[in-house]
């Protein structure tokens, strides 16, 4: 007796009613997001699903080779992205960046501040370099293209804010210094941006990773055993992988999230509460 193998069943796509169900509430066509640090790391991953979900991206950061394999990637597959080059540490260099960013596409509804320094010295040895530049881009660049952007937003009546921080904003760990002290306040700034413009259809959130292999954790990353320990401090059992925000991203860019302001959103498995 023989028997002929069964084929593997096919995924039924969803029906209609479905579908523009899921589009009602995720889907980003039509809007325009503005990213910063979006060519490596979290903000890239970032990035890549807000365009994938429809929107129309800026990429902003320095380096030039990353962000033109970026949005090659993207307009390769028929997502609508351009990048701005563009250094946040100083005011000008901020307010340079939002001008031309806006030429691609136009105003944005969504904007997503992922650019940031990690520079961690010792406490003793932490000098007001290093607390300077840690300011100027892990907190001022957001505030100023906050105040760029958002009341535009809140005059249109829609708009989303997404700051990326981290777990050194609520807890001390590994010199957290004025990075922890950046991200701390970068939190604090998303609640009142939320305070400011969500009457007016504007909200404000923060994603809080756990611990992600990317290159701003490059010294971390090349410790076996901390990134073990790590990853054994979290619920679910690894790491983070920059790919964790995508969906996360696109909630809060969406119209899903619109009585979700002011928040601290945490994406890292479980590393918090463990």
Known sequence: MTTQPVPPAQPTPPPPAAQAYLSELFSLEG???VVTGGSSGIGRAITGALARAGASVVVVARGEAGLTATVGELTAEGCRAAWVSADLSTREGVRTAAERAVEAFGEPGILV?????????PMDEL??????????????APFLLGQRFGPGMAERGYGRIIHISSQQAHRAFVQSGAYGASK?????LARSQAEAWSPRGVTCNV?????????LN???????EKV???AARTMIGRNGLAGDFAGAAVFLASAASAYVTGQSLFVDGGLSVH
């Open 184 to 188: 701390g306040a970068l939190e604090a």
């Open 127 to 140: 000098g007001e370099d290093v607390w300077d530049a840690t300011m100027a881009v892990n907190l001022e």
């Open 218 to 224: 490059a010294r971390l990353s090349s410790d076996p």
């Open 113 to 121: 501040n992922s650019a940031g320094i990690n520079l961690r010295p």
């Open 228 to 230: 073990a320990a790590l």
């Open 207 to 215: 994603l809080v990773p756990g611990f992600v292999m990317t290159p």
């Open 31 to 33: 809007r325009v997001a």
